[in-house]
């Protein structure tokens, strides 16, 4: 049994890490705004002849 409690001590300890990382990149760094232009093909537009 003390090996299923070191395994769930790990994995923990891993998920603990991860949602660590994510809030110090959610906290930590901050996007920079840029114009987006996105292109869509004419045929797109154009409603289909049925």
């Not at 003390?2 to 949602?19: D, K, M, S, Y």
């Not at 990149?25 to 049925?50: D, N, W, Y």
């Amino acid at each position: 049994m003390p090996t299923l409690f070191r395994f769930l001590a790990i994995l923990a300890i891993l998920g603990g890490l991860v949602f660590a990382g994510m809030f110090a990149l959610a906290t930590f760094v901050q996007p920079t705004p840029r114009e987006m232009s996105v292109t869509i093909p004419a045929s797109k537009l154009q409603p289909s002849g049925r």
